[in-house]
């Protein structure tokens, strides 16, 4: 049996409650540090939000199980993308 491959992709997320979100946020991506390459976070005071994007090496399921859990905080909205194969 072969191992999935992991892809190049994205995840961008947006808080629209950073106070209440921040830290259930910076808790999951600790536990899933290994497949993220690399972090930008921005507010955007304009709008009382804060942007985040992930630059992660993922395979689909470890890309799905990392989205999924994000999704499940109130506050936060989830995109995310990989490369084709």
């Known amino acids: 049996m ?3 491959s992991k892809r190049l992709g994205f995840v961008g997320i947006i808080l629209s409650n950073r106070d ?3 830290r259930k946020l910076n808790s999951i991506l600790s536990d899933y540090g290994h497949i993220i390459e690399g972090r ?3 507010p955007y005071r304009e709008r009382g939000c804060w942007a985040v994007v992930l630059l992660v ?5 470890e890309l799905g199980a990392l989205t999924g859990r ?3 905080i109130p506050g936060i909205t989830v995109k995310s993308a990989l490369a084709p194969a």
């Open 40 to 42: 930008m976070g921005r």
């Open 70 to 72: 994000l999704g499940q």
């Open 2 to 4: 072969s191992t999935p």
């Open 57 to 61: 090496d993922a395979t689909t399921d």
């Open 20 to 22: 209440e979100s921040a």
